[in-house]
């Protein structure tokens, strides 16, 4: 099967409009766990994506402190070649030795991040790894930008990286990097919950800079069965329990948002989380969404957003809603008409 593809930017990469996110299989036991995971589960997930067309995977190294990224090594093993999805990986998290909880590093020295890319290759068990990203801007004492983003380049002209882009930069980092060697991609925060990006999504745009966007589905709130009691079942390791948006009173606007999208899926036969994906892909200049899934039954329940394209009707009703739950912040539609 195959789903439409875009092109990331100059890269040279084209990617399907949805992308698998791996942070979740990373499994609980560190800062940002999502609770027990079965390694299995996550193996069965990644296999069904790819069969269903995605052609893209997103992991860090950070993602269970390592873990995510040997599961994602573990499943490609399991996939034919023709159909082995491209591999984007991070860099620049820092943790220490068995501290499993403890705040991690943004360490971004030319030799971390050369040792950093050497471990994701050996986890994931392949030779090149398709897009590496700096997962954040360095804390401060670290290494200049400039030197880190050298580095970065000269991974890729040692062939150990095919493409190279950053996550959570914004345009004054951005610029620093373009002195440097061109950004293939950024990734960025972006739902119809978290709409602060909007402006940095379109600065992108314009320079041919690929765009991701991560926690398109706000991490769990915007699909069919999520509820407030459901929050109190979340696991005690799930960083969910203590994250904003899932707690009163944005808990309750967010759920407001979410049911308010259920016409327009009826409309379209589709999930609640698809159509909260799609939105985020009419956006002009978003190349991809990354779409978590701990199970092949989930990715089931948003793959309909690859293809799924909201019309002028859907687009205004969602607008509304924005407007009526008051839920998040940012612009309520994107740019029209361009955008359809």
Known sequence: MTLPRHKLGRSGLEISGVGLGAWAIGGGDWEFGWGPQDDSDSVAAIRHAAELGVNWIDTAPTYGLGHSEEVVGRALKEITPDERPLVFTKCGHIWEGEARQAELRRILRPETLRQEVESSLRRLGIERIDLCQIHHPPEKGSAPLEESWAEMAKLVAEGKVRAIGVSNFDVGLLERCQAIRRVDSLQVPFSLIRRGSADLISWCASREIGIMIYGPMQAGLLTDRFSAERVKT??????????????????????????????????????????????????????????????????????AAASLRLNQTDLDEIAQALERTGAGDGPTRPPLPSAL
Request: proline letters at 7%; charged letters at 20%; a positive charge.
């Open 234 to 303: 979340l696991a005690e390791g799930d960083w969910r329990r203590r994250n904003r948006y899932f707690l009163p009173p944005r808990l309750e606007q967010n759920l407001a948002l979410r049911d308010a999208l259920r016409p327009v899926a009826q409309r379209h036969g589709v999930s609640v989380a698809a159509v909260a994906v799609a939105w985020t892909l009419v956006w002009p200049g978003i190349t991809g969404a990354i779409v978590g899934a701990r199970s092949p039954e989930q990715i089931d329940g948003w793959i």
